[in-house]
């Protein structure tokens, strides 16, 4: 798993590439810094899975964004992933683009 | 982590790393030890040399000037002597010659013929005798030296003056005539004479090769009579006279050197022995350094080694102990779970019901539940705590006994039970867990299900005619996730001999070897091939599963949860029903 970041001004779009799961999941919340930032996209278009513990980075983000008046948004799911996503009950709190 | 463990630097490795520095030390001390004892052997021997010849010197001296003073007493006045009287005069004194010189220090009687007619101011050897005429010295001496007359022998020469400066008195000596009569000074002087602390001094009697018997033994063997019997040849005598040489005298390896006087053979000898204890002393003292450096890291490495050897077991026992714990909060776990079946025997004919859970470690994060509800329903719940281990064990008992107790407590009000576990759940700082729970309220008089999906794997539903499909039902939020998500109760009624079946997604993201997923389409033709009730349901889908991996390590919990409405349940239902119909009628 590879994470690039792209900070424009309160924006921050990060893009995932690999699986996300119980052993990569802890290096992407490493990653993570939502500190100013109103905006937060997670571009995961080149994520191919995402475990339990992914989901709970996106659960943790999401309640960040709402505590901090925030917005944030997932864009780039594919099928399989969309399919965790509904599956969770997760597209009741997370935006897609 | 330390990069090497110390304790495992074998100690063998440091022996014979400490072998080879042993060996080394010892070669080189040696050595040195030997090169520095010779040194010093070499040098007492010579500075010895030196002192016995210096010390027949000033012996000699003595002698001389005594016997000038007595024949400038005897002559009285500073006269020309015929040659015949002085040489009288020398025989007194077994002296080999005795000139006067006048005030005016010319040469004016001698046991020489012809008298020496240089004036002694004119001659280097003599010009220092003037000192005597001038008052300005008492005596004058020399030592044994060779004369350019007679460059073989040796003579030593000694003056005094006449009283008044009225003139004076020389007296010369042959090393050869002194050693008619040197036994004195041998015995004297010489005799006794050591080097060092084992060396000694022994001499030949004159122009001879036989040993004097002084007290020079020394504790050494008296055997040896003569020179040749104690070892030493004429060869080595010829060498050791201007250099020290090793020998064995008298069988004893010592240090050598002659030194000839009067005729006699003087020899110095100095044992090897003799500088032995400073050898020991320079070699082993390192050596014992050594091996004590050696001893205390042998010392420290075996300590070390039981250091680590003692928090080796004391890992493995806190590793056994937290085994045990494992093991025994996997048999909690388990036995929170019912194991028998049918779990209400009084309702069995109604509702066939079975679970099973079998967890990727020995503790899971999944589980399943069921309770009845009033006297017709059936509360039924299986669920999945976002991760494994000890923490997802903990949080899987807190879990299921919230959403239990809060969903069969509140007359089976579903939404609201699960909403109150949710939010409770919720509760606590720090909790990175959530739960997908698919929670199920089944009224088995009227097949009517009630049931909440909390983010969870839709169960399949099996029609009595064998045909199957997922369970519909978008789903909510998983518990504790958000404490204010809202969970929608979904409704559905069953049929006599339908089966819902319901698990976790151990079930369909279980992986064989290649990577490859379980799937939807797996779970469902497994859940349609299965012949009979839920247990058979159950354990059908398991040997699938199992079948599938075959042999992949299991990677997640499973879970499966069946429920049937029997046939014959309806129809006893129906049974009773027109019983009582018939009753009435």
Sequence with gaps: MTVEKHIDGDSLTIAVDGAIDTVTAPELQREISLDGVKNLVFDISKVGYIS??????????????LKTGGKMAVSGANESVMHVFAITGFTKIIHYV | MPAKSLGKIRIRYVAVVFAFAFVSVFVLLNAVGKRYAEEKAVELVNATDDDVEATANDFYTVMLLNDA???????????????????????????????????????????????????????????????????SAETVTGRFRASVSAPFLRAKYAGVPFPGGRGLLQMGVLEKTVGETASGFFECVIDGWKIGQRGFVVYSEKDSDRLVSGS???????????????????????????????????????????????????????????????????????????????????????????????????????????????????????????????????????????????????????????RRVGADRLL?????????????????????VTLIGECSGRGGRLGDGVASANRLLCQGEGNEMFVTAWVGLFDFKTGRLS???????????RHADGSVEFLSGEPDLPLA??????????ETRLSNGDLLFAYTDGVTEASDRSGSLFGDARLLSAVADAHGG?????????????????????????????????????????????RRKFNLS
Aim: aromatic residues 8%.
């Design chain 1, 52 to 65: 339990s513990a992914g989901l709970r980075i996106f659960l943790n983000c999401q309640k960040s964004m």
């Design chain 2, 69 to 135: 003073r007595a024949a400038v007493r005897l002559i009285g006045e500073p006269t020309a002597y015929s040659r015949e009287r002085m040489l009288e005069i020398a025989s007194i004194y077994s002296v080999d010659e005795i000139n006067i010189a006048d005030r005016s220090g010319r040469w004016i009687a001698s046991t020489e013929d012809p008298l020496p007619d240089l004036p002694l101011a004119d001659a280097p050897a003599t010009a220092e005798y003037l000192k005597l005429l001038d008052g």
């Design chain 2, 216 to 370: 020079w033994t020394n504790g050494l063997p008296r055997s040896a009579r003569t020179l040749s019997e104690a070892g030493i040849d004429e060869k080595l005598f010829a060498a050791a006279e201007h250099e020290v040489r090793s020998a064995s005298f008298c069988g004893i390896p010592c240090w050598v050197k002659v030194h000839c006087f009067a005729g006699r053979r003087i020899l110095l000898v100095l044992p090897f022995a003799e500088y032995q204890d400073i050898r020991i002393i320079l070699t082993f003292i390192p050596l014992l350094l050594l091996a004590a450096v050696f001893s205390v890291i042998v010392v420290i490495l075996r300590k070390v080694r039981a250091v680590e050897i003692a928090e080796e077991r004391l890992r493995e026992i806190e590793r056994a102990r937290l085994d045990a714990d494992i093991q025994m909060a996997a048999a909690i776990q388990h036995n929170s779970l019912p194991h028998s079946f049918p779990p209400f025997p009084d309702i069995a004919e109604s509702v066939d019901l079975y679970a099973a859970m079998r967890p990727a470690r020995d503790v899971g994060g999944d589980f399943y539940d069921f």
């Design chain 2, 380 to 400: 039924v719940a299986v669920a999945d705590v976002s991760d494994k281990g000890i923490s997802a064990a903990m949080f899987m008992m807190r879990a299921k």
């Design chain 2, 451 to 461: 049931y909440v999906i909390a983010g969870h794997n839709p169960p399949v539903l």
């Design chain 2, 481 to 490: 996730a958000m404490e204010d998500a809202d969970f929608t109760v979904h």
């Design chain 2, 534 to 578: 839920a247990r058979e349901a159950c354990e059908k889908v398991v040997a699938e599963v199992s079948a599938f991996t075959s042999g992949a390590p299991q990677s997640d919990d499973i879970t499966v949860l069946a429920l049937r409405m029997p046939l014959s349940a309806a129809g006893d239902a129906l049974g009773r029903l027109s």
